[in-house]
């Protein structure tokens, strides 16, 4: 074989775990602060691994291996984030931790994560979360007591309007208890999840136990999105099975996994606070005080914000440095800062990574092109993560691919 498609991923790199546990980490600390310097936990270990991810891109090009690794998986990553250091200009803060994920992802393209370990933290901490989330709920209306898993003190400043949630488990003005065991609030809990549920059904050895349990744990967060992420990716799964059925084994697993969808929600809708996450996702019944539902919450600013918008300031943006002090969707977020250059981008790089992709990488993908429109998922911090998690997962497969087009005398 060609040594320049040498790429193996059961060669592990030294420090690949290590990486591996950076990357899975970054969305529970994100809320903290460091003492003294106030600046984020994960925004400081960004700016400590920077040294290593720098070192192992140099140690590839000394190697003569990086051209394939970044070529057509990674660039449109790149270029997308390149376009956000343009319009971060003014906003410092986000201009140096887009640059210095830039050097991330560059240094994940090269194989330098254990992917295997990855996968492990990932679902551990998932089920970790899972389970605190179930605890919570269950201490919550057996005893009356919220069950805090949030230090306060230690967030960020300008995160100390979440304290009394943290405390309480109830948000301003809702009598709707809402668990997210360590996760600053539940729709990160989900956001998070979601891709240890895929890897549990979908990645290597399916762990069928692991993925109830974090499906159990999704759902008791009463998060709308994570209600609908956990009941598609079930669906997804029984799709999968299904292409790989006989015909009459095909009908026996539908009728099979329909029985088991009906019977877990006809279990889940007798307590009152998985009727209650159906309610707050279309309306307000004993939800707010406010004449307010998850679908108008996350709509509220655009009218606002986004429908005046037209001509050069809807093709490109206002930049980051003028992003209000509101919630915004991933979607909201990139018109109003990057405009649709920016959601052109983003979206290009998702599609070529699950065209180019399959596995993980490709479903991941795909849902995160959904997820811009409900979630805030293109925060730096969750960048890192996702884009980290498609192209550990998408070398995979994109490996195999270069492999195969080499024996057939390709160009990548």
Same mark, same amino acid.
């Given at each position: 074989?060609?040594?320049?498609?040498?790429?193996?991923?059961?060669?592990?790199?030294?420090?690949?775990?290590?990486?591996?546990?950076?990357?899975?980490?970054?969305?529970?600390?994100?809320?903290?602060?460091?003492?003294?310097?106030?600046?984020?936990?994960s925004?400081?270990?960004?700016?400590?691994?920077?040294?290593?991810?720098?070192?192992?891109?140099?140690?590839?090009?000394?190697?003569?291996?990086?051209?394939?690794?970044? =070529?057509?998986? $990674?660039?449109?990553?790149?270029?997308?984030?390149?376009?956000? $250091?343009?319009?971060?200009?003014?906003?410092?803060?986000?201009?140096?931790?887009?640059?210095?994920?830039?050097?991330? &992802?560059?240094?994940?393209?090269?194989?330098?994560?254990?992917?295997?370990?990855?996968?492990?933290?990932?679902?551990a901490?998932?089920?970790?979360?899972?389970?605190?989330?179930i605890?919570?709920?269950?201490?919550?209306? $057996?005893?009356?007591?919220?069950?805090?898993?949030?230090?306060?003190?230690?967030?960020?400043?300008?995160?100390?309007?979440?304290?009394?949630?943290?405390?309480?488990?109830?948000?301003?003005?809702?009598?709707?208890?809402?668990?997210? =065991?360590?996760?600053?609030?539940?729709?990160? /809990?989900?956001?998070?999840?979601? !891709?240890?549920? /895929?890897?549990?059904?979908?990645? #290597?050895?399916?762990?069928?136990?692991?993925?109830?349990?974090?499906? /159990?744990?999704? !759902?008791?967060?009463? +998060?709308?999105?994570?209600?609908?992420?956990?009941?598609?990716?079930?669906?997804?799964?029984?799709?999968?099975?299904?292409? #790989?059925? %006989? =015909?009459?084994?095909?009908?026996?697993?539908?009728a099979?996994?329909?029985?088991?969808?009906?019977?877990?929600?006809?279990?889940?809708?007798?307590? %009152?606070?998985?009727?209650?996450?159906?309610?707050? &996702?279309?309306?307000? $019944?004993q939800?707010?005080?406010?004449?307010?539902?998850?679908?108008?919450?996350?709509?509220?600013?655009?009218?606002?914000?986004? =429908?005046?918008?037209?001509?050069?300031?809807?093709?490109? @943006?206002?930049?980051?440095?003028?992003?209000?002090? !509101?919630?915004?969707? @991933?979607?909201?977020?990139?018109?109003?800062?990057?405009?649709?250059?920016?959601?052109?981008?983003?979206?290009?790089?998702?599609?070529?990574?699950?065209?180019?992709?399959? @596995?993980?990488?490709?479903? !991941?993908?795909?849902? /995160?092109?959904?997820?811009?429109l409900?979630?805030?998922s293109?925060?730096?911090?969750?960048?890192?993560?996702?884009?980290?998690?498609?192209?550990?997962?998408?070398?995979?497969?994109? @490996?195999?691919? +270069?492999?195969?087009q080499?024996?057939?005398?390709? %160009?990548?």
């Amino acid at each position: 074989m060609n040594n320049h498609f040498a790429f193996d991923q059961n060669n592990k790199r030294q420090g690949g775990k290590g990486y591996a546990i950076f990357i899975s980490v970054l969305p529970i600390f994100m809320m903290y602060q460091v003492p003294l310097a106030g600046i984020g936990v994960s925004t400081t270990m960004i700016i400590i691994s920077f040294f290593y991810a720098a070192s192992v891109i140099f140690y590839d090009i000394l190697r003569n291996n990086w051209k394939l690794r970044i =070529a057509k998986l $990674v660039i449109p990553f790149v270029i997308y984030l390149f376009y956000v $250091v343009i319009k971060s200009a003014g906003d410092t803060v986000t201009l140096i931790q887009t640059m210095l994920i830039i050097v991330h &992802i560059i240094a994940f393209s090269t194989g330098a994560v254990d992917g295997d370990c990855l996968k492990k933290c990932i679902i551990a901490i998932a089920l970790l979360a899972a389970v605190l989330t179930i605890i919570q709920t269950a201490l919550h209306y $057996v005893f009356g007591v919220h069950l805090p898993c949030i230090a306060p003190n230690l967030c960020l400043d300008s995160l100390q309007y979440y304290r009394s949630f943290i405390l309480t488990g109830y948000q301003e003005m809702s009598s709707l208890y809402r668990p997210s =065991a360590f996760f600053l609030e539940p729709s990160h /809990l989900t956001q998070y999840s979601f !891709v240890a549920l /895929l890897l549990c059904l979908f990645h #290597k050895n399916r762990q069928y136990p692991q993925a109830v349990c974090i499906s /159990l744990g999704m !759902v008791a967060t009463t +998060s709308g999105m994570g209600i609908m992420l956990t009941g598609g990716i079930w669906f997804l799964f029984l799709w999968d099975m299904m292409q #790989k059925s %006989s =015909a009459s084994g095909r009908m026996m697993k539908i009728a099979v996994f329909l029985l088991a969808m009906i019977t877990a929600f006809s279990i889940l809708y007798q307590f %009152s606070f998985f009727r209650s996450s159906l309610d707050r &996702i279309f309306s307000p $019944v004993q939800y707010s005080q406010k004449n307010y539902n998850a679908i108008w919450g996350r709509t509220l600013y655009w009218d606002a914000y986004i =429908a005046p918008m037209g001509g050069r300031d809807l093709l490109f @943006g206002y930049g980051y440095i003028h992003l209000p002090d !509101v919630y915004f969707t @991933g979607l909201m977020e990139l018109i109003y800062c990057s405009g649709v250059l920016g959601i052109f981008l983003y979206y290009f790089a998702m599609i070529k990574t699950a065209l180019r992709c399959s @596995g993980i990488a490709r479903l !991941v993908a795909g849902l /995160l092109c959904g997820l811009m429109l409900v979630a805030n998922s293109t925060s730096i911090i969750w960048m890192t993560y996702y884009i980290g998690i498609l192209i550990v997962f998408g070398l995979e497969t994109y @490996g195999k691919s +270069s492999r195969s087009q080499s024996k057939h005398h390709f %160009s990548i």
